[in-house]
C-alpha cells in the first residue's frame, strides 16, 4: 500500500503495481510505460478539483481490472494498452485518447467521452445513447459496434433496384 503520496510529472518505467493501494495518492503529469497497473481502485486517491492537473499518461501498460468509477479524467491517455474488463461508468473522459487500446468487457455507462479518440481502439462497447459521445473519433471497422445498441436491423447487399416480391 502507498499512502499520501504524491506523483507530480513523474515516469513510471516497467513497473509491477498490480493490485497495490493508492490510498489518497494524487497523480498530476505521470507517465505510466510499459507497466502492469491490473486490479487498481484509481477512485482511492485523491483527485484535487485543480485546473492546472496534467493528465495521466499510459503508454503500452496493462489496466485490467481497474476502476476509474465517477473520475474526472479529462484527456486520459491510454495509447497501445490493454484495458480489459476496465469499470468507466460516470467518468468524465473528455479529449481521452484510447488509440490502439483493447477495451474488452470494459464498462462504459453515463460516461463522459466527448473528442475521446478511440481510432484503431478494438473490441469497445459504447452504447452512443447511454454516454456522451459528441466529436469522438473512431475508426472502421470497430466503429461498426456502435450500432449494436441502436436496435436496427443490419443486412449486407444494396436493394436498391431489386424487387421486393
Sequence with gaps: MLRDC?????????????????????????????????????????????????????????????TFIGLDLKELELIACQAMDVDFRETNLTKANFTNTDLSKSLFMNTVLKEADFRGARNYEIDAGQNDVEKAMFSLPEAMSLLYSLNIVLSEGDLVGRSLE
Excluded at 483527485?47 to 499510459?58: A, C, E, N, S
Design 6 to 66: 504524491k506523483f507530480i510529472n513523474s515516469k513510471i518505467l516497467h513497473c509491477d503495481m498490480s493490485l497495490i493501494n493508492f490510498d489518497v495518492c494524487s497523480f498530476s503529469g505521470t507517465l505510466f510505460v510499459k507497466s502492469k497497473a491490473i486490479g487498481i481502485d484509481w477512485t482511492r486517491c485523491d483527485w484535487p478539483d485543480i485546473k492546472i492537473r496534467q493528465p495521466l499518461v499510459f503508454q503500452d501498460c496493462v489496466l485490467n481490472h481497474s
